[in-house]
């Protein structure tokens, strides 16, 4: 074990075991370095490698540090080695590697309960955390309070990356600000108790899934069949395609999910090829596939939009339907003139914010030139954080220099005219 970095334990939460991101950013926090840097250190990357894996982070490869990927994998060994962390590969999902498919299983984008977040930062001894659960795409509602997951960012309406080189459990992967909040209350409407969230949080759970039998996920369905559970023209509806298919290839977890409504046996039995595993926690219910497209009621979408539109002048379209829950093309489609309207009042904040800034800009420039200070474009944007550069910005200062009386050198810097 290498003593220069704090270890800690994971933790076991209501919501089940944390995630190998969640830990790796508590890590990155209790050892006082950004996740990059820690990343970095614990596996040894020089600075090209290093930024190689956070864009790879960052972007398409968001699902690989709780996944089966083989970056996954050195991770974990890392910290196995270097933390003495025992039995981490559990807070990935390397125990269900060739028994379930990772095709379409977790997030690319982060979505967490508000309400848990907040009980475990003020829990005595509690420790915020990230559960694996929460990274799987077919839990939308949290099995513990039983209420809608939020995938939209309430400060800067946008959707948080699951992986920040600079962020911390429980906060904004694009703003930095704390997501959780005490004041969600449950709808007074009768929410069905979240099935798919207790079946794949007890698959998690069970400790035999890495000692599995060589039977084949075609094999139990054949079982299924023989002992009368489902009809074969039931079980092929359900999947899609004929039984012989799974001969060779493993499931997905909305096919675990299918088989299991249909024919009360849990997903553990399923995976694991015993049909005796019955689902113990509510009786069994038909189930539908994911929809690939919604059907929204058009006066609640309006209504919705509106009321975040008039708030926030400050969001474009796209920003505001996403906050509201609705895709930017639907609402569109169906107020065409309305979506205009919020595009011009976004415009003419943007015209405002601008204007303000190119005031700000010059003032601080005549500030500088009666203090006697050397002027330069690095001076006045040091001077004022707030300003936001970009192409339009950096044109307005260089026109503003050059009112001034500062000249251009042979390397085409803006220098005082001597």
Not at 338 to 366: M, N
Request: hydrophobic fraction near 40%; charged fraction near 25%; proline fraction near 4%.
């Amino acid at each position: 074990m290498d003593a220069k970095f704090v270890t800690l334990e994971p933790v076991e939460g209501s919501a089940g075991q944390e995630s190998a991101t969640s830990i790796v950013y508590r890590l990155a926090e209790e050892n006082c370095l950004i996740v990059n840097d820690f990343l970095k250190a614990l596996l040894s990357l020089d600075d090209a490698e290093a930024h190689v894996l956070a864009v790879r982070l960052r972007g398409k490869d968001a699902c690989v540090l709780d996944g089966a990927s083989p970056t996954s994998k050195r991770v974990v060994a890392a910290m196995e080695h270097q933390l003495g962390i025992r039995n981490i590969e559990r807070l990935t999902c390397h125990p269900l590697k060739g028994r379930v498919s990772n095709s379409m299983m977790l997030r690319r984008q982060a979505a967490w309960c508000p309400i848990c977040l907040e009980e475990w930062r003020r829990e005595d001894g509690g420790h915020v955390h990230q559960p694996l659960l929460w990274r799987f795409q077919h839990i939308v509602d949290c099995v513990v309070h039983n209420i809608p997951m939020e995938t939209i960012c309430p400060f800067c309406g946008e959707p948080p990356r699951t992986y920040s080189g600079l962020g911390r459990v429980g906060c904004c992967g694009q703003c930095g600000k704390w997501l959780g909040s005490k004041t969600r209350r449950r709808s007074k409407t009768f929410v069905p108790e979240n099935q798919d969230g207790f079946q794949i949080l007890e698959l998690l759970r069970d400790t035999t899934v890495p000692e599995l039998a060589t039977v084949s996920f075609g094999q139990t369905l054949l079982k299924i069949v023989a002992d009368g559970l489902v009809g074969r023209a039931e079980l092929r509806d359900a999947l899609g395609c004929e039984i012989k298919v799974y001969e060779r290839s493993v499931p997905t977890v909305e096919t675990l999910l299918r088989v299991s409504s249909l024919s009360g046996i849990s997903m553990q039995g399923l995976v694991v090829g015993d049909v005796t595993k019955v689902v113990t926690r509510c009786p069994c219910a038909s189930r539908e596939a994911i929809a690939l497209r919604a059907r929204y009621s058009g006066a609640d979408m309006r209504e919705r939009v509106w009321s975040i539109a008039r708030r926030r002048e400050d969001l474009s379209p796209s920003a505001i339907c996403r906050m509201a829950g609705y895709p930017l093309h639907a609402f569109r489609r169906r107020y065409p003139h309305e979506v205009r309207e919020i595009y011009a009042r976004y415009i003419d904040y943007q015209r405002s914010v601008k204007e303000t800034e190119a005031f700000l800009i010059e003032r601080k420039i005549d500030e500088l030139i009666s203090r006697g200070c050397y002027v330069s474009w690095r001076k006045i944007t040091t001077e004022l954080p707030g300003i936001f550069v970009d192409e339009e910005c950096a044109a307005l200062i260089n026109r503003t220099l050059e009112a001034r009386g500062l000249v251009r050198n042979e390397r085409g810097y803006l220098v005082a005219k001597r």
